[in-house]
């Protein structure tokens, strides 16, 4: 399984009964001021036992974490982790999965692959129980990214290219950008306000929110690459971006950007996945997660306030 930043702007709507609404959005662009730096209060390193790298997607109000690891097999694994223990989630019969969206009835999503190397999303219950979460038009890959407390599912497919959806009360709808090559959608919160990533016709990728039907592209200050990864009540996204070939996570909050690399992140220049620092969760009260590489190659996860 290629688990990949998430990448978006105008919507339309495909409904399993086959109606098919095309919502007209407005595109905004946000200020592209200068960007500061965070400071932590507190900063913790998350490493799943045995492993050499370790990725923490999403977080709930609780603090409860969910990602993934990878094992010696270069096998990726879902996992939880509460109160400070971590417990292995494997879908049934999967070859790799991963756990990528949680809400605060720790009902989970993510993606597996099956015996075939198709890539599904599902749905994991707090009770064990799982189902697939596959939209009608994919082709052998989708991902269920985010959930919120409400049970909407959002993530992306691929079919003749890459697009977002929204699955909620039964019924999926695909979220395409206007004029972008490739749509992906990462996060969601109670609101129903939706984040990720969307590449143009140049092929360069652009982090977005989406709020009441009007999009608002986000670029950081001097980034070749954009992402939004995901986005709490407040209206507070995070992602990752490239800056002078160096990646760095961002918190975007009451239309500033601030730049975040975890404390013993190399800064290498590298625009590769997972080099630098990514930041790709935040929750109600502003905690985050996302992982850095350090000097030795090793991928860590992390927490921060």
Known sequence: MHRRDPFPLAVSFLLLAGLVVVASIFLASCGQGSATHVSFSSFTTIDFPGTTETVPEKLNASGEIVGFYVDSLGLQHGFLLQGGSFSTFDFPGAVDDVLVGI?????????????????????????????????????????????NDSGTIVGYYIGKSAHGYQFSNGNYSTIDVPGATKTYVSGINNLGDICGSYVDASGVNHGF?????????????????????????????????????????????????????????????????????????????????GTYQDTAGVIHGFSAK
Not at 112 to 124: A, C
Not at 126 to 144: H, K, L, M, N
Not at 247 to 256: I, P, T, V
Not at 267 to 283: C, Y
């Open 103 to 147: 809400n605060d009835s720790t009902q989970t999503t993510g993606a597996y692959d099956d015996s075939s190397q198709v890539t599904h999303g599902f749905l994991r219950q707090p009770d064990g129980s799982v189902v697939t979460i596959d939209p009608p038009a994919s082709e052998g890959y989708a991902e269920a990214n985010g959930i």
């Open 209 to 289: 929110v989406m709020s009441n039907g009007i999009v608002t592209t986000l670029d950081f200050p001097g980034a070749t690459t954009t992402n939004a990864q995901s986005i709490n009540d407040s209206g507070e996204i995070v992602g990752s971006t490239v800056v002078a070939d160096v990646r760095h996570g961002y918190l975007f909050s009451n239309g500033n950007f601030t730049m975040i690399d975890a404390p013993g992140a190399s800064m290498a220049k590298s625009g590769a996945s997972l080099s630098g620092t990514d930041v790709h969760g935040i929750n109600a009260s502003g905690e985050i997660v």
